[in-house]
């Protein structure tokens, strides 16, 4: 890393190349994890014969380990370094992959959900460090931009994830709940025990690129991208004094509702994507699967129209139209009653794309330096939006009988983050 130095407040006089591209390779690995869960929630729905609102227990599972270990993965970061928390990160990513072998033979919804627990606890180091070293690594004026350009290699995960799902997990023929009407009980509880052996597929080979991905950290210098004070020393803060900071910030808090609300709906729509288009045909789950993939390219597509967008107009305007235009997809998807309502959730994914790096650059904005390590973990805490609005999701749609119906519950969480950047727009002014 020659010619590269670290300024006072913890950037780089420049972006080292080979260290950035490393450091965005994770955010596809954890697009792969969230996206498999799309597939377990079809898979287990049928297998263990659940509820919308237990079947959304996955993503509680899995972004509630993203709540608890946000704090404590900041504390190692504020401790150590970014790249001792991404190691630490990856070793219990394996871990959790790993625990899909037991998973899948005893054969419980519980143990699957401690498996997809496990991952979540790894995850969580990951993109608490990811997400604000990415914004770090390099000169302050392009923070935001580097964090969107690694942001931009998520739906590349997710889209393998579920291609993986599509075919290691679901199967050919009719739909689950079909082939298991006309089978006796004995042959129902054979079927179910074999789908669930599918589900350790994805896993197995997972568990293969982490270790190559873990090495290739392992064996890289990475810069430690902290503030320093003015006798070069490395700036301490107590935690408490950060808490303090962060409660009396009234623009961190609205920006962590925005965010919240956010993780929430996008988790929402992608966990009922698969099941609104098998409700509303007669297609399988490998086939329903598509549209899934559909989404994450639109998705893909979604980030790279707003990245160009945003050199254009200011961000907070185009997140007001992306909000708008959000509001308007997802009421289509839940009051028209025909399969055209499948392809506004799809799109509702394009406008999603620039979402999570503008807030979360736009919240970690509003902390002082000194503070960022911290307040780049509350932000990452967050994401138990997506293990709340999913539930609720689940819940308003057994309530009312209408898995589509309760698509309102992400219409409005698109509400509130339109609110939010419009009244940014406003005090920016």
Same mark, same amino acid.
């Given at each position: ?38 597939? *377990? ?55 959790? &992959? ?58 590349? @995960? ?66 430690? &991208? ?128 620039? &979402? ?7 919240? *970690? ?9 911290? @307040? ?36 409005? &969480? ?16």
């Amino acid at each position: 890393m020659k010619n590269i130095q670290q300024m006072p407040d913890g950037y780089l006089n420049r972006t080292p190349l080979f260290q950035f591209i490393l450091l965005s390779c994770l955010f596809p690995l954890w697009g792969a994890a969230a996206s498999l869960n799309d597939i *377990l929630i079809t898979q287990f729905k049928s297998v263990f014969t659940l509820s919308d609102f237990a079947s959304a227990l996955v993503q509680s599972a899995f972004y509630g380990g993203y709540f608890l270990i946000a704090i404590p993965a900041s504390l190692v970061i504020k401790k150590t370094s970014y790249k001792v928390a991404i190691l630490i990160g990856l070793t219990l990513y394996i871990v959790g &992959c790993s625990m899909f072998y037991p998973a899948s033979h005893m054969a419980t919804y519980t143990m699957f959900l401690a498996a997809i627990f496990s991952i979540a606890i790894g995850l969580s180091f990951l993109e608490t460090s990811a997400n604000t070293y990415s914004s770090m690594i390099g000169h302050k004026d392009y923070a935001t931009l580097r964090l969107n350009i690694s942001q931009t290699f998520y739906p590349i @995960g997710a889209i393998a994830g579920i291609l993986l799902g599509k075919y290691l997990i679901f199967q050919e023929g009719a739909s689950l709940t079909e082939q298991m009407s006309g089978m006796t009980p004995e042959q129902v509880h054979d079927f179910k025990l074999a789908m669930l052996q599918h589900t350790l597929q994805p896993y197995k080979y997972m568990i293969f690129v982490l270790i190559a991905v873990t090495i290739l950290f392992l064996l890289t210098q990475f810069p430690k &991208c902290k503030a320093v004070t003015s006798d070069n020393r490395p700036s301490e803060v107590k935690f408490s004094d950060t808490l303090k900071y962060l409660a009396a910030n009234k623009e961190f808090k609205k920006g962590i509702v925005a965010q919240f609300l956010y993780v929430g709906m996008q988790v929402a729509v992608w966990s009922f994507t698969i099941r609104l288009a098998l409700n509303l045909s007669n297609m399988n789950e490998r086939d329903a699967s598509n549209f899934m993939v559909y989404s994450f390219i639109g998705f893909f597509v979604g980030k790279f129209v707003a990245n160009f967008l945003m050199t254009k107009f200011k961000s907070d305007l185009v997140l007001v139209w992306y909000s708008v235009l959000g509001v308007i997809t997802l009421a289509y998807t839940a009051f028209v009653h025909d399969f055209s309502a499948v392809y506004a959730a799809i799109f509702a994914s394009v406008l999603f794309g620039p &979402c999570w790096a503008t807030i979360y650059a736009s919240v *970690l904005g509003t902390v002082a330096q000194e503070h960022r390590e911290v @307040g780049g973990a509350v932000v990452v805490m967050s994401i138990i939006g997506a293990a709340v609005v999913p539930a609720i999701h689940g819940y308003v749609s057994d309530m009312v009988g209408s898995l589509q119906f309760a698509f309102v519950v992400p219409l409005l &969480c698109f509400a509130y983050v339109g609110y939010y950047f419009f009244d940014k727009m406003k005090k920016n002014k």
